[in-house]
């Protein structure tokens, strides 16, 4: 896992940057022409052979018809090919959890599908067996006992998951960036400025683009485009600094009110939760106007179409818009990122146990505007933590089963929906009495370790044990 170093330029004059964007659009042409060509199951075996693709394609006198130098082409391909898989890398994780809970097929038949879908810490998957499953051939593994029937119902099984899991395959539909390679940039200083002469499609030529920071640059660079203020940023991935784990096992709970509560009853980021709140406010405020607007355009299509026109160019535009909403998650997003920050700089975790983020939504009045916030919230959580856990060493357990965790008293073990009451918890047999979240981060910290309560075990079967454990307690 590496880390993105961001360096933004000084807006550039317009004949730099149609140079820069005559590059970009050309890259993306050049890159979505590889997505819809090997984007095809029958071309998943180049995922682990991509220097052999590119040389093929060299062998056969391969140019780009959109004007990419040969270079350009090659990172272009290199950039398409990881993005088909990351498209297959995340289906797989979704065919994983699928296929835990799947009860219809036998545990022979699970082995033999994880068998397919596996994939080797230190060489990375087989593409050549994963291909199998869409190309019906039947790979054999003697150490499972499954005859041929019982292959073909397994690889029928993903072929269909699979489908529906990854929808529409990935295109380049906007060009807004391109990649670099160490010989076709140059990094220099003029004074306390530092500059990058970055090359263009025409050989030899080069835009000289001032910086506004100070890096170090080799090896790859990526090259973003900022249209709104005619300036790129340059993005430099590196090794982070790893810091050695802690000691101690944690948990948290994760909220919309601040980022998470820990089991030690710390709220990381309350400012979170006023942000949030802020941003559903203004949206869904913005969204009901506009929506009035566009009601008045329609009245005014027939009457004036001027007028129409002149509501939907002056008054319903997005530029303004999104530039708000991007402050927003902005916002959002640095207090993610600061709540993580403080848990693993005090807490120190060798361990974290959290829940499933797939039942966390925005807080927001509009329960689609809810879903909305919700989606690009748990992708920052899940990708900071991946990002922190890697930094500081933490070992991931994976997300524990969240079932009544924030109803289970962990003092006495007794379950009941009448423990909480909105953020405070008191057990109505005990009298044990906690924040309600600081109680949630407790429960799934003990789940780490328990061996009956699994990641996959139904609800209904967690409380039958939660309060079998509570009674057998009580007998003894």
Request: hydrophobic share 35%; charged share 35%.
């Given at each position: 896992?590496?880390?993105?170093?961001?360096?933004?330029?000084?807006?550039?004059?317009?004949?730099?940057?149609?140079?820069?964007v005559?590059?970009?659009e050309?890259?993306?042409r050049?890159?979505?022409?590889?997505?819809?060509?090997?984007?095809?199951?029958?071309?998943?075996?180049?995922?682990s052979?991509?220097?052999?693709?590119?040389?093929?394609?060299?062998a056969?006198?391969?140019?780009?018809p959109f004007?990419?130098?040969?270079?350009?082409?090659?990172?272009?391909?290199?950039?398409?090919?990881?993005t088909?898989?990351?498209?297959w890398?995340?289906?797989?994780?979704?065919?994983?959890?699928?296929?835990?809970?799947?009860?219809?097929?036998?545990?022979?038949?699970?082995?033999?599908?994880?068998?397919?879908?596996?994939?080797?810490?230190?060489?990375?998957?087989?593409?050549?067996?994963?291909?199998?499953?869409?190309?019906?051939?039947?790979?054999?593994?003697e150490?499972i006992?499954?005859d041929?029937?019982?292959r073909?119902?397994?690889?029928?099984?993903?072929?269909r998951?699979?489908r529906?899991?990854?929808?529409?395959?990935?295109?380049?539909?906007?060009?807004?960036?391109?990649?670099?390679?160490?010989?076709?940039?140059?990094?220099?200083t003029?004074?306390k400025?530092?500059?990058?002469?970055?090359?263009?499609?025409?050989?030899?030529?080069?835009?000289?683009?001032?910086?506004?920071?100070?890096?170090?640059?080799?090896?790859?660079?990526?090259?973003?485009?900022?249209?709104?203020?005619?300036a790129?940023?340059?993005?430099?991935n590196?090794?982070?600094?790893?810091?050695?784990?802690?000691?101690?096992?944690?948990?948290?709970?994760?909220?919309v009110?601040?980022v998470?509560?820990?089991?030690?009853?710390?709220?990381?980021r309350?400012?979170y939760?006023?942000?949030?709140q802020?941003?559903s406010?203004?949206?869904l405020?913005?969204?009901?106007?506009?929506?009035?607007?566009?009601?008045?355009?329609?009245?005014?299509?027939?009457?004036?179409?001027?007028?129409?026109?002149?509501?939907?160019r002056?008054?319903?535009?997005?530029?303004?818009?999104?530039?708000?909403?991007?402050?927003?998650?902005?916002r959002c997003?640095?207090?993610?990122?600061?709540?993580?920050?403080?848990?693993?700089?005090?807490?120190?975790?060798?361990?974290?146990a959290?829940?499933?983020?797939?039942?966390?939504?925005?807080k927001?009045?509009?329960?689609?505007?809810?879903?909305?916030?919700?989606?690009?919230?748990?992708?920052?959580?899940?990708?900071?933590r991946e990002?922190k856990n890697?930094?500081?060493?933490?070992?991931?357990?994976?997300?524990?089963?969240?079932?009544?965790?924030?109803?289970?008293?962990p003092?006495c073990?007794?379950?009941?929906?009448?423990?909480?009451?909105?953020?405070i918890?008191k057990?109505?047999?005990?009298?044990?009495?906690?924040?309600a979240?600081?109680?949630?981060?407790?429960?799934?910290?003990?789940?780490?370790?328990?061996?009956?309560?699994?990641?996959?075990?139904?609800?209904?079967?967690?409380?039958a044990?939660?309060?079998?454990?509570?009674?057998?307690?009580?007998?003894?």
């Amino acid at each position: 896992m590496r880390q993105t170093i961001k360096q933004k330029s000084l807006p550039l004059n317009r004949d730099k940057w149609a140079k820069i964007v005559q590059t970009a659009e050309a890259y993306a042409r050049q890159k979505d022409a590889f997505l819809v060509k090997y984007g095809h199951v029958k071309y998943l075996h180049h995922l682990s052979a991509k220097r052999k693709l590119r040389d093929e394609l060299v062998a056969v006198g391969f140019t780009s018809p959109f004007g990419l130098q040969a270079r350009q082409w090659k990172l272009a391909l290199d950039d398409a090919l990881f993005t088909l898989e990351r498209q297959w890398e995340a289906a797989v994780v979704e065919v994983k959890e699928r296929l835990y809970r799947h009860e219809g097929l036998s545990d022979e038949e699970k082995h033999y599908a994880f068998w397919l879908l596996y994939r080797d810490k230190k060489h990375g998957r087989d593409w050549e067996r994963f291909q199998a499953i869409f190309t019906n051939e039947d790979m054999v593994n003697e150490e499972i006992n499954l005859d041929t029937e019982g292959r073909a119902r397994v690889r029928k099984y993903l072929q269909r998951t699979f489908r529906r899991i990854l929808g529409k395959r990935p295109r380049v539909k906007k060009a807004c960036s391109f990649v670099v390679d160490q010989q076709m940039y140059r990094v220099f200083t003029a004074g306390k400025r530092q500059y990058i002469a970055v090359a263009t499609l025409t050989p030899g030529e080069r835009v000289v683009i001032p910086l506004t920071g100070m890096h170090a640059m080799q090896g790859n660079l990526r090259v973003v485009l900022l249209p709104d203020e005619q300036a790129v940023e340059v993005h430099l991935n590196r090794e982070p600094r790893i810091h050695p784990s802690g000691g101690e096992e944690a948990g948290i709970d994760l909220g919309v009110t601040e980022v998470f509560t820990d089991d030690a009853g710390k709220k990381y980021r309350p400012e979170y939760g006023e942000a949030l709140q802020e941003m559903s406010d203004h949206i869904l405020d913005k969204s009901r106007k506009r929506g009035k607007l566009w009601a008045l355009r329609r009245k005014f299509l027939e009457q004036d179409p001027n007028k129409a026109w002149r509501i939907l160019r002056r008054n319903l535009g997005l530029i303004k818009q999104t530039k708000r909403n991007k402050r927003y998650r902005s916002r959002c997003e640095n207090e993610i990122n600061r709540a993580f920050n403080e848990l693993y700089k005090e807490r120190r975790p060798r361990v974290i146990a959290y829940e499933n983020l797939a039942h966390l939504r925005g807080k927001a009045k509009s329960k689609g505007l809810s879903r909305k916030v919700s989606g690009w919230q748990r992708n920052i959580i899940k990708e900071r933590r991946e990002y922190k856990n890697y930094i500081y060493s933490v070992t991931d357990p994976g997300p524990q089963n969240a079932a009544y965790s924030s109803q289970e008293c962990p003092q006495c073990g007794w379950v009941d929906a009448r423990n909480r009451n909105g953020d405070i918890f008191k057990c109505r047999q005990c009298g044990f009495t906690a924040d309600a979240d600081q109680v949630a981060a407790m429960n799934l910290k003990k789940r780490l370790h328990d061996e009956e309560i699994t990641r996959y075990t139904p609800y209904k079967k967690v409380k039958a044990i939660l309060l079998q454990r509570y009674y057998l307690k009580q007998a003894n």
